[in-house]
């Protein structure tokens, strides 16, 4: 049994946003392996006891360590994100690792603290953290959260260099990151990890004319895509018969009045705060949507949904490093008329749909088999 360290920047459930459920199917991969796993997590706020039960029940040690930072950190040369868990060099580590997968960099301060004992240090690459906060900073009106997210992008991008240099282990979430961080650090021991698939693949009916967009909708790029999308694609949809848009996903409890205030004038567009099961909104609905305009990594969602037995109409950025074939796999518009035009083929030729479906079903269960990269990687380590 090797023993692995595992270090998040958050806490890792409930999986209401697609981070979490990377690294929770992570965890359940290595549990499942019979490996042993100490979890540490980073939070803002602390989790309810009863996640924290749950998260028990698949690791055999866990560590919770509250995020702090001052206004020091802003001026601070490395990125808030980072800083605001130092503490990370300072707890008990008394074991010895096999492995330390760093979920992120985030969490790198891990590395200095010099009770740390691994044999292999690997990092799980989420995103290329100067495109996630800059397209952050794009995306939001607030003057101020766009200043503090393109500082976070310069920050990042000053230190990337060093971090990259310092653990050149990386296992990469979005297969396009992977070929440019080789392409640009030829030196770094690289692997295409995709996140953790449930290969319980739906069959739909799709009988109805109802388009599903889920997402974090707390998330500022999420909600550009979704403000663009009604605005410039609802429209040209409201003359299909019986067409109707839904729109969920988690708010972390700050609500969706905005989300009201621009759908108010619809009577053709669901709304749903942070459903608890998403399994009735893929079950009526009978297109996928991705409208996402900026954004890192990979889109989970886009994944989710074909695996839910949707066919799915994304932006380009929607479908970034999940290797799905354009118009074999998935449609991929930016144009609001393109997309328009693909969801409309598909409303009206629901075989389309289904034929789309079957083949990025296919594709996932080809290449997304997280257990066996994962365990052909850490043997070549």
Same mark, same amino acid.
């Given at each position: 049994?090797?023993?692995?360290?595992?270090?998040?920047?958050?806490?890792?459930?409930?999986?209401?946003?697609?981070?979490?459920? *990377?690294?929770?199917?992570?965890?359940?991969?290595?549990?499942?392996?019979?490996?042993?796993?100490?979890?540490?997590?980073?939070?803002?706020?602390?989790?309810? =006891?009863?996640?924290?039960?749950?998260? @028990?029940?698949?690791? *055999?040690?866990?560590?919770?360590? =509250?995020?702090? @930072?001052?206004?020091?950190?802003?001026?601070?040369?490395?990125?808030?994100?980072?800083?605001?868990?130092?503490?990370?060099?300072?707890? *008990?580590?008394?074991?010895?690792?096999?492995?330390?997968?760093?979920? $992120?960099?985030?969490?790198?301060?891990?590395?200095? @603290?010099?009770?740390?004992?691994?044999?292999?240090?690997?990092?799980?690459?989420?995103?290329?953290?100067?495109?996630?906060?800059?397209?952050?900073?794009?995306?939001?009106?607030?003057?101020?959260?766009?200043?503090?997210?393109?500082?976070?992008?310069?920050?990042?991008?000053?230190?990337?260099?060093?971090?990259?240099?310092?653990?050149?282990?990386?296992?990469?979430?979005?297969?396009?990151?992977?070929?440019?961080?080789?392409?640009?650090?030829?030196?770094?021991?690289?692997?295409?990890?995709?996140?953790?698939?449930?290969?319980?693949?739906?069959?739909?009916?799709?009988?109805?004319?109802?388009?599903?967009?889920?997402?974090?909708?707390?998330?500022?790029?999420?909600?550009?895509?979704?403000?663009?999308?009604?605005?410039?694609?609802?429209?040209?949809?409201?003359?299909?018969? $019986?067409?109707?848009?839904?729109?969920?996903?988690?708010?972390?409890?700050? $609500?969706?009045?905005?989300?009201?205030?621009?759908?108010?004038?619809?009577?053709?567009?669901?709304?749903?705060?942070?459903?608890?099961?998403?399994?009735?909104?893929?079950?009526?609905?009978?297109?996928?949507?991705?409208?996402?305009?900026?954004?890192?990594?990979?889109?989970?969602?886009?994944?989710?949904?074909?695996?839910?037995?949707?066919?799915?109409?994304?932006?380009?950025?929607?479908?970034?490093?999940? $290797?799905?074939?354009?118009?074999?796999?998935?449609?991929?518009?930016?144009?609001?008329?393109?997309?328009?035009?693909?969801?409309?083929?598909?409303?009206?030729?629901?075989?389309?749909?289904?034929?789309?479906?079957?083949?990025? =079903?296919?594709?996932?269960?080809?290449?997304?088999?997280?257990?066996?990269?994962?365990?052909?990687?850490?043997?070549?380590?």
């Amino acid at each position: 049994m090797a023993k692995f360290l595992l270090v998040t920047g958050d806490f890792v459930y409930p999986t209401n946003h697609g981070g979490r459920v *990377d690294v929770w199917n992570r965890i359940l991969t290595i549990h499942k392996m019979g490996e042993y796993i100490h979890l540490i997590c980073t939070v803002k706020k602390y989790p309810k =006891q009863e996640y924290i039960n749950i998260v @028990n029940n698949k690791v *055999d040690k866990l560590t919770i360590i =509250q995020r702090k @930072n001052n206004l020091f950190d802003m001026i601070c040369k490395r990125p808030l994100q980072m800083t605001s868990r130092k503490k990370l060099k300072e707890i *008990d580590l008394n074991d010895e690792y096999e492995y330390l997968i760093l979920e $992120g960099t985030y969490v790198y301060d891990i590395l200095d @603290n010099p009770k740390l004992n691994a044999k292999k240090k690997i990092i799980r690459m989420h995103n290329d953290e100067t495109i996630y906060f800059y397209g952050l900073g794009k995306s939001t009106r607030n003057i101020f959260k766009k200043i503090y997210f393109y500082i976070e992008s310069l920050k990042f991008r000053f230190n990337e260099k060093s971090l990259i240099r310092r653990l050149g282990n990386i296992m990469f979430i979005s297969y396009d990151e992977m070929c440019k961080y080789k392409k640009k650090y030829p030196y770094i021991k690289e692997c295409f990890l995709p996140t953790a698939v449930n290969f319980d693949f739906k069959t739909r009916d799709m009988n109805s004319n109802n388009v599903l967009i889920i997402g974090a909708l707390f998330m500022d790029n999420n909600k550009e895509g979704i403000k663009r999308y009604i605005k410039t694609v609802h429209p040209l949809l409201n003359d299909v018969l $019986g067409y109707k848009l839904i729109i969920a996903g988690n708010t972390l409890e700050q $609500g969706i009045e905005w989300l009201e205030k621009i759908t108010v004038k619809y009577r053709n567009i669901e709304l749903y705060d942070s459903p608890k099961n998403l399994e009735f909104l893929y079950k009526k609905a009978a297109v996928f949507v991705n409208p996402m305009i900026n954004g890192a990594g990979v889109k989970l969602k886009t994944i989710n949904a074909i695996v839910q037995g949707l066919p799915v109409v994304s932006t380009t950025v929607g479908n970034q490093g999940t $290797g799905l074939i354009d118009k074999k796999d998935i449609f991929i518009a930016d144009k609001a008329d393109d997309m328009a035009k693909y969801i409309k083929n598909i409303l009206k030729n629901k075989d389309v749909g289904r034929e789309i479906v079957k083949s990025g =079903q296919e594709f996932i269960k080809n290449n997304y088999n997280q257990k066996k990269i994962l365990r052909e990687y850490l043997d070549e380590l």
